[in-house]
């Protein structure tokens, strides 16, 4: 089956500054990528995804990249700010399949 | 407004026990996901159902069972409560491919505590 790995599992970037979380997939028919957003306590939300026609999606200050060869996506958050805090989760989704497959998570500290 | 509830929001229960989470949604989706959230684990499937009358097993099943008899619904039980699932449990539900975006709309999670 799929499986996701993400790293790093804590990051800590000064306030301002440029923040990636990089992910790998293993079976190269997924074709949807999703990034989930958890803040303390509450449940994840969608922040930003990316299919596999597609090699970059922006959103603001959040982008995704995807190279297929490499079976590698990643996240990138610039300019972050406090309210950026918080659990990340990369995901996959195969072709075909509705389930998605989550990354362990990054904890993301932003510091004043 | 649609939504997705669990509960108990909170549990607490002894080892051997048989516990059951419940989930319900609004958005008329077909598809319903299980997930235990554990420290350096991230989000781990437990059962998932694509339709009603439809289960399957995803990556933790073991210990768990869910049933679909409709399509607002899917509970969880825990057959005989181990301490090992101590966890915080999220429900999720989504459209099938092709027919929405794919994105997953989560419960509030609800907190098991087995002592």
């Known amino acids: 089956g799929e499986n996701v790995e993400q790293h790093p599992s804590t990051l800590s970037v000064q306030e301002g500054d440029s923040a990636v979380i990089k992910c790998t997939y293993s079976?190269?028919?997924?074709?949807?990528f999703p990034w989930y957003k958890q803040e303390l306590g509450k449940r994840p939300q969608l922040i930003i995804d990316?299919?596999?026609?597609?090699g970059e999606k922006k959103d603001q200050r959040i982008a995704v990249t995807l190279n297929k060869t490499a079976k590698h996506f990643s996240l990138h958050i610039t300019e972050t700010q406090p309210e950026d805090s918080a659990v990340y989760f990369c995901a996959a989704r195969l072709r075909g399949d509705d389930k998605i497959i989550f990354g362990k998570g990054t904890r993301l500290h932003i510091l004043p | 407004d649609a939504e997705i509830t669990q509960s108990p929001r909170h549990k607490i229960t002894e080892t051997g026990r048989q516990v059951t989470l419940a989930c319900h949604q609004t958005?008329?989706?077909?598809?319903m996901f299980w997930y235990r959230q554990d420290l350096g684990h991230g989000l781990r499937l437990i059962h998932y159902s694509y339709g009603v009358h439809d289960t399957n097993k995803g990556e933790v099943s073991d210990g768990y069972s869910v049933s679909r008899s409709n399509t607002e619904d899917l509970p969880l039980t825990l057959e005989s409560a181990a301490s090992s699932q101590t966890s915080v449990y999220f429900c999720a539900s989504s459209e099938r491919q092709g027919a929405g975006t794919g994105e997953l709309f989560f419960g509030e999670g609800s907190r098991l505590t087995v002592l």
């Open positions: 958005w008329n989706h077909n598809n």
């Open positions: 990316i299919r596999s026609n597609v």
């Open positions: 079976d190269s028919a997924s074709n949807y």
